[in-house]
């Protein structure tokens, strides 16, 4: 019993220390929006004559791996500020959705882990922590293979300015077009509600009946096609990017794709946002502030804090709850097909369930979690570290 109690307190105080850096994340994370901000209107980190004056006549948007031009009339400062501010509201709105961030890190004091993952915010950052420690482990394996990453380079303000402009425009050209599309055709044979709902968060469409497996069959296949497609466009952007980089952004499609379709668009935007954006913020801070090349090995404090952050603090322990997540779920996945495959009472025939299995394949299987291109070269995206850009 002393036992037992001594290892509810260890893992009590593991989920204190675990909340505290999800907090401090967002504390970072905040943060930077400023910092941005000031770097981009108050330094020059150009290396020509470029600055937030400098004016864009025109955005190369996707649809999948196809770009197409719109014309805007605007300049890198107010386009760099209609982004921050669309992803400032993104995360207050992720933060006090529903169940906020707050209530449910007390929950998971009280009750577990798992009750973290009722608040996209924190959602978002646990994957952000896993994806960010799991694709550069994958780097370093694929290095040591002799397969090459890339990298890309071009002017920090440019650069700058489309590592924060990629997470809106590839989540709507990679996941919207293609996993959302399916979700909308689909959702309009309920309702037209349905179908506008599933647009944003494609799991609107899963009702948890048995009926659901084609839909969920869809959804997962499209979400395979549009990460290889991710990926590809990566390598075939002209960007710098090598053949490694196809793995690794095919990959952080997955995780992308899983967010969009469990908690919405605004999860798998925040999730890119933080390996884009947050990732490389106070790097491009530094450089305006203090002189530091953005792509220092060494980095400033700033820079510095943040990358341990992520690889780190909540890089390592991310993955492992990610991992242990998983885990869990495919031996409870296993002891189901065990359990039916061994023969059960059905006094209501094959065709029939008895009362208590159904909770079991419906809410169960919906509360599941998950733990774990650009124009051309000037749409450059990993800054800093480029194994962690999308």
């Given at each position: 019993m002393d036992a037992k109690r001594e290892g509810l307190s260890l893992g009590k105080a593991a989920l204190v220390v675990y909340a505290s850096l999800l907090v401090f994340t967002i504390v970072l994370m905040v943060l930077s929006i400023p910092a941005g901000l000031y770097t981009v209107y108050s330094t020059h980190i150009s290396n020509t004559s470029l600055s937030s004056a400098s004016p864009i006549n025109n955005l190369g948007l996707f649809v999948g791996i196809y770009t197409v031009s719109v014309p805007v009339a605007t300049s890198f400062g107010s386009l760099f500020t209609v982004l921050t501010a669309v992803y400032a509201a993104l995360l207050a709105f992720a933060g006090f959705q529903h169940r906020n961030a707050l209530s449910a890190i007390r929950s998971a004091l009280a009750q577990g882990s798992s009750e973290l993952f009722g608040n996209s915010l924190l959602a978002s950052i646990i994957a952000l922590?896993?994806?960010?420690?799991?694709?550069?482990?994958?780097?370093?394996?694929?290095?040591?293979?002799?397969?090459?990453?890339?990298?890309i380079s071009g002017d920090p303000l440019l650069l700058f300015l489309s590592i924060t402009l990629a997470p809106l425009?590839?989540?709507?050209?990679?996941?919207v077009?293609?996993?959302g599309f399916l979700a909308l055709v689909l959702g309009f044979r309920s309702s037209v509600k349905t179908g506008l709902k599933a647009l944003w968060r494609p799991s609107a469409i899963l009702t948890g009946a048995p009926g659901d497996l084609p839909n969920k069959v869809g959804l997962s296949i499209m979400v395979g096609i549009s990460s290889i497609l991710f990926g590809a466009a990566h390598y075939f952007s002209?960007?710098?990017?090598?053949?490694?980089?196809v793995s690794e952004a095919t990959a952080a499609g997955v995780v992308l794709g899983y967010l969009y379709v469990r908690y919405g668009f605004h999860a798998a935007v925040l999730l890119h946002w933080g390996v884009n954006y947050f990732g490389s913020a106070f790097a491009f801070f530094g450089?305006?502030?203090?002189?530091i090349p953005w792509d220092s090995n060494f980095g400033n404090p700033l820079s510095v804090l943040v990358e341990l952050d992520l690889f780190i603090l909540i890089g390592v322990t991310s993955f492992f709850l990610v991992g242990y997540k998983i885990l869990k779920r495919l031996a409870r996945a296993r002891g189901a097909i065990?359990?039916?495959?061994?023969g059960s009472l059905n006094p209501q025939g094959p065709g029939a369930q008895?009362?208590?299995?159904q909770p079991r394949g419906g809410r169960e299987l919906r509360r599941g979690r998950l733990r774990p291109h650009r124009e051309r070269r000037q749409d450059a995206e990993?800054?800093?570290a480029p194994e962690r850009r999308l």
């Open positions: 922590g896993a994806l960010t420690l799991g694709i550069g482990l994958l780097e370093i394996i694929q290095a040591g293979a002799g397969i090459k990453t890339g990298s425009r590839e989540e709507l050209g990679f996941r077009a293609l996993v002209g960007a710098g990017w090598d053949v490694g980089k450089q305006g502030v203090w002189g065990e359990s039916d495959s061994g008895v009362q208590g299995d990993l800054p800093r």
